[in-house]
């Protein structure tokens, strides 16, 4: 008889979620911290040595099952490090909240994207959350400089790469979850060495690397690894969808982080735009009445 296999703990999916919200919000206001011109080219050089190394001790007892020439692992960890060295250098220009926000609407893309390619049906209502979602994203666009504009689209072109990448977790079900995060610290760690070296980084070190800059860098790079590692977990649990869950939590830390600031201030169209994308995307992902039945 075939082996049963394990219940899915669903509460330890929830509890993972609020951990994960609060790690990616401590990464992302650490990078920007920093005021110097290489914030975030230190970031993601540090999140590529440092953050290494804490995903090869997390990944430790199943290295044995490492292969770094695995088709899925490679595509995936090449869409995941595109978005996330544009998610470091937007929080150098806009808030950490808004780029939280905007990657919240992950499940819209991975609802598309199921669509297109795996044949799914989405209820009228979830139609309508997106359009809602849309229209949020419009109002906090407009309630910034023209400047941040490009910056915010590609933001949304990468975090629909993200969508990809997350989407492949659960073609990869046989793969333990820290070798998943092992795979893209190694990749994310090539491409921040190679452009931390190729911004002149390594010129500044006295700057990038002072007390205050260290102690900030070390904290992006065990909190980037414990949180890629976290969300494969969470995406295994609880399936692609959820993944975005911890990203809206991550807002809230985020805003709470930016109150503690001297330059925070309050704009009410801007907090209009960020819930109207943040509401209708937790309903996407908490409602039971997304998806079609076939």
Known sequence: MAEESKPVNKSLGYVLL????????????????PKHDFAWQGALFVRGIFGLLVALAIAWP???????????????????????????????????ADVTTITS???????????????????????????????GMALLV??????TYGVIGILVLFTIMRAISVMMI???????????AFHYAIVVGIFGVAIFFIEGGHKQMDVVFDMKGTILLLIVAS????????????VQILGAISGAV?????TVFAY??????????????????????????AWIVLSKHVQKES
């Open 18 to 33: 609020f951990i994960a919200g609060f790690v990616l919000a401590l990464c992302l206001e650490a990078a920007r911290a």
């Open 62 to 96: 199943y290295l044995k099952s490492f292969q770094f020439f695995h088709k899925k692992l490679i595509i995936r960890s090449l869409l995941l490090t595109f978005y996330t060295i544009w998610m470091f250098y937007s929080v150098t220009k806009i808030s950490t």
């Open 105 to 135: 609407t992950q499940p819209i893309w991975i609802a598309l994207l199921s669509m297109c390619f795996l044949r799914a049906r989405y209820s009228s209502l979830f139609w309508v959350a997106a359009v809602v979602a849309v229209l």
């Open 142 to 147: 407009d309630a910034k400089p023209p400047e």
């Open 170 to 180: 659960r073609a990869m079900m046989e793969i333990p979850a820290t070798i998943i």
């Open 223 to 234: 909190t980037a690894s414990i949180y890629q590692a976290l969300v494969a977990k969470i």
């Open 246 to 250: 911890g990203i809206m939590i991550a």
């Open 256 to 281: 709470v982080f930016g109150m503690t600031t001297a330059d925070f201030s309050f704009d009410i169209m801007h907090l209009l735009g960020l819930l109207l994308i943040i509401l209708p995307v």
